[in-house]
Nanobody, 126 residues
Framework: VQLVESGGGPVQAGGSLRLGCTAS????????MGWFRQAPGKEREGVAT???????NYADSVNGRFTISRDNAKNTLYLQMNSLKPEDTAMYYC?????????????????????WGKGTLVTISS
């Protein structure tokens, strides 16, 4: 199973970026996919998750600015990031798993994720 992120890069505060994550090697699409991030010197934190039925969850810090979506036909996960702030600077990781139910598919439950990408760097300048 491979998850490959794309779309990171430098952008000025207030700008937008769209991250993508292409999944391969699955027999069945994972029910839960999500984005996590880790800033320098900080612990990894959940950003957003999406369950196979379309239910989404967001961290408070990004709610209203970021939108997670998935295209199951293309095995691709997206994260549209708008109104970016310098504190959004981090390595962004795509993750996937099949937790017991949708309640376990949320940014606070990284333990629900079985597979992780290598990350894409997002740098926001003020």
């Amino acid at each position: 199973v491979q998850l490959v992120e794309s779309g990171g890069g430098p952008v000025q505060a207030g700008g937008s970026l769209r991250l993508g994550c292409t999944a391969s090697g699955y027999t069945n699409n994972p029910s839960c996919m999500g984005w996590f991030r880790q800033a320098p010197g900080k612990e990894r934190e959940g950003v957003a998750t999406i369950y196979s039925l379309g239910m989404t969850n967001y961290a408070d810090s990004v709610n209203g600015r970021f939108t997670i979506s998935r295209d199951n036909a293309k095995n691709t996960l997206y994260l549209q990031m708008n109104s970016l702030k310098p504190e959004d600077t981090a390595m962004y990781y795509c993750a996937a798993g099949s937790p017991f139910n949708y309640l376990r598919c949320n940014p606070g439950r990284s333990s629900s994720m079985e597979y992780w990408g290598k990350g894409t760097l997002v740098t926001i300048s003020s």
